[in-house]
């Protein structure tokens, strides 16, 4: 374990690449997150969001690269020391979220709060079954749940033991505009709280307003890796950060790396 200090990032990706067989899915991924901070996650299909996300959660194992998470090594190649510890310390929500076919709403929180021994889990539960419209579906079994019911089900567990880091894999998928607004209030509470959280989609305009960082990936590699202020900055004339994506992409892109760091920041070619 690598000591707590929060002038540590809590993530730091250095030259991620994840083969698929002879299939290069990442290629030399590199940024780095710290406390606080919310990184929106796009790109087109295809382009490795999923892959990076489950390299960062461990679920599957980075081919190379230097990969911290939450204080915790995340293994390339050999074994994962940090496996218990990242598994405390991490949620990774993915997109179409794997529930317990025989437990109920209440029965998966109750489990994930013994599980992770969160003190007052059964107040913090009915808490975030109140906050994501569940509480009436708390006896239901999860096969009967809605898309969008799966998914905040996912979110509230992942909730209940705080973590320090969230991954969110396209999180607004099936949720209904009053439940989007509600978990992007949420990330952002979670933020403030201390938490560090990527959230990948599709729909940049959706999640833009929580977003204090943009990470756009193409084939596998970085096309940019930075602060959305700093963004909106280099397109002044734009008026939403998806628009400043947009006039990015338009124009020549290119990733820079600062003397000393391997860290890329952005450029353009105009
Ligand atoms: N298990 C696997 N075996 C082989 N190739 C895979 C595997 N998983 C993903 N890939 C390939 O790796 C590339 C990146 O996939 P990934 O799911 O990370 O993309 P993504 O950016 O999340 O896409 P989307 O927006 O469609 O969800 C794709 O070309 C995909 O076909």
Known sequence: MIP??????TIEVQSLRKLYDDYLAVD????SLSKGQICGLVGPNGAGKTTTMRCLAGLIRATDGVLTV?????????????????????????DDPPLFDDLSVQQHLDFIGRLYRVDDHAAKSDELLNRFDLTKKRHAGATTLSRGMRQKLAIACAYLYDPDVLLLDEPLTGLDPPGIRVLLASIRERAMAG?????SSHLLAMIEDV???????????????GAASDLRANFPETKSLEAA?????????????????????????S
Do not use: W
């Open 195 to 199: 938490a560090t959280v990527i959230i």
């Open 245 to 269: 994506y947009f006039a990015m992409t338009e124009r020549s892109p290119i990733v820079t790396f600062p003397s000393g760091s391997d860290m890329p920041t952005f450029g353009v070619v």
């Open 211 to 225: 977003c204090t960082h943009l990470l756009v990936m193409q084939d596998g590699q970085v096309d940019y890796f």
């Open 70 to 94: 939450a204080g915790c090594r995340v293994a390339s190649g050999g074994a994962n020391a940090d496996a218990i510890e990242l598994k405390r310390r991490l949620a990774y929500v993915p």
């Open 4 to 9: 707590a200090n929060d002038t540590v990032p």
């Open 28 to 31: 030399g991924v590199s940024f």
